[in-house]
């Protein structure tokens, strides 16, 4: 009895001290949006447990809705290309040991076909995501080297309806984003959403303050114009320097076109 009870606390200590590869990894179902805090990244995969899902992140634009089921822990890894040359056969042909040579009389050669797969280096970027929450809804903005590489920015449905804008305080201090609605105060990595207070297709004035020891100082001043078809993204980080000065990207975001539909045709008078 003793003998078997060492046994079962034997097993549950060695399920405890699996690496997490080897236990079941929590998974997370999630709809993303990627966006390049650096430069476009190309011939970039998306694992999906065992399989890649090919990407390609601009610096000025949201990439379209990716769906994403897998693991919790989200990666991005470099991909390479392969090309293949297809050949049918329509007759049987000698084979040649040349390796430029045409193709025998009766087979057609393809264009090459390029596939991606995955270089086999470590990711350059990953990231966690929370589990057992249900469905995500997120913006990743990813800057390769810096840290894990992947930011996460919650982008509930609703929670950033056309016509309004969202600022993402990314430095380290705190910031006034002044409005004619009236003033956003965000804290450090924090975010606010508004709209301007202006009117459609008109121009308002933007300005963003740092705040030191009760004092405000003019990082930024602008003239915007504003649309009640797009929302827009402000990410506001730190500039090269110890003066407090900040960079400012922009990044609008408007909703899918509807899918055209097709023409119905009027028949000819007297034609049923």
């Known amino acids: 009895m003793k003998f078997k009870t060492c046994l079962l606390a034997l097993a549950a200590l060695a399920s405890a001290i699996l690496p997490l590869s080897a236990q079941e990894a929590p998974r997370v179902d999630a709809r993303l949006k990627f966006l390049s805090m650096t430069r476009p990244l190309m011939d970039i995969g998306l694992m999906h447990d065992k399989k890649a899902e090919g990407l390609v992140i601009a610096t000025d634009m949201l990439t379209d809705e990716v769906v994403y089921q897998g693991p919790n822990r989200l990666e991005l890894l470099e991909m390479k290309s392969t090309s293949t040359l297809s050949v049918i056969?329509?007759?049987k042909a000698e084979e040649s040991d040349q390796k430029k040579a045409k193709p025998p009389q009766g087979v057609r050669a393809k264009d090459s076909t390029k596939k991606y797969v995955p270089a086999g280096k470590p990711p350059f970027a990953w990231i966690d995501l929370p589990s057992n929450q249900g469905r995500l809804h997120l913006i990743l903005l990813v800057t390769p080297g810096l840290g894990n590489g992947i930011i996460a920015l919650a982008d509930t449905p609703g929670?950033?309806?056309l016509g309004s804008n969202r600022y993402l305080n990314l430095c380290s201090y705190p910031i006034i984003v002044r409005l004619p609605s009236g003033d956003l105060n965000i804290g450090p990595k924090g975010s606010k959403t508004a709209r301007p207070g202006s009117n459609n297709n008109e121009y308002y004035d933007l300005q963003i303050l740092t705040t030191s020891e009760e004092k405000e100082k003019l990082a930024y001043?602008?003239?915007?114009?504003?649309?009640?078809?797009?929302?827009?993204?402000?990410?506001?980080?730190?500039?090269?320097?110890?003066?407090?000065r900040i960079s400012l990207k922009v990044v609008e975001d408007r909703d899918a076109p509807a899918k055209a539909q097709p023409r119905t045709a009027t028949p000819p008078k007297g034609v049923k």
Request: hydrophobic letters at 30%; aromatic letters at 6%; zero cysteines.
């Open 221 to 244: 001043s602008g003239r915007v114009f504003h649309m009640n078809s797009v929302r827009k993204l402000y990410l506001v980080s730190e500039a090269p320097g110890e003066s407090k």
């Open 89 to 91: 056969d329509t007759a």
């Open 159 to 161: 929670s950033g309806p």
